[in-house]
């Protein structure tokens, strides 16, 4: 995402620290995630690097594309894919992926259009967009976003990705039209739209860093559902 700088990017040499713990510990399962674009970027050649880095190390490796809308029954797009690596080949056989799953739940079955939360989330005549916000905002029932390109002219029934530029910029932050007015989606609304449970909740610290943490996790039942799987083959 972003730039698409890959190992380019600081962030990204991360993978590297994560070969470095691999050599010192050598676990029998290596379980990576990342944005679904990884096998397209730099012409292949950042998969390819990752692939070989584990095959050298004697992994066998697998890899599927699972998203919260596909495989969670979650209304969220995210699509990420995910990468596991056995040192055993025989148990690498034996895994599979999870299958997709019908999408059945709508965004209001887990954010609340009929509750009215802190005035903070709301946006109000002063507010920047807020004219035009008030004019799209047609559909009570979808949910909006301001992306790159401006105000978003259509609705969306599922959830757009939560990203990590919701951190940075506030107007990021998906809108719906509840019974008291435009307003963001909350922490705990994100929350919900990544699979976490209801009890789940930050510590203190600031908004801005909060939205950024949403936008960077993993979509929790997506993953619950593979570790399963992973656990299962690991105790044969």
Known sequence: ??????????????YYEILRVIDK????????????????????????????TLAERGYGVKYSIQGAHTHANIPQYRDRIFLVAFLDYEKLEKFS???????T????DIVDFNTATDENFYYNE????????????????????I???????????????LKANMGTYHDRVPLIRDISGIRKLTPADC????????????????????????GNTVCVPVVRCIAKRLLLIASK
């Open 147 to 161: 992306d790159d390109s401006g105000i978003a002219k259509r609705p969306w029934k599922i959830c757009p990705t």
């Open 191 to 214: 929350l919900a739209l990544q699979g976490f449970p209801k009890e789940y909740s930050f510590p203190e610290i600031p908004m801005n860093e909060i939205y950024k943490q949403l």
């Open 97 to 103: 992926f999870p299958d997709e799953i019908p999408l």
């Open 25 to 52: 510990i050598k676990p029998q399962i290596v379980f990576l995630e990342n944005v679904k674009n990884l096998v397209q970027h730099d012409n292949g050649r950042t998969f390819i690097t990752i692939y070989s």
């Open 105 to 108: 739940k709508k965004v209001s």
């Open 126 to 145: 002063s507010s920047k967009y807020y004219k035009t916000l008030n004019a799209r905002m047609t559909d009570k029932d979808a949910i909006y976003r």
């Open 1 to 14: 995402m972003g730039n698409k700088k890959g190992f380019a990017d600081p962030r990204g040499t991360m």
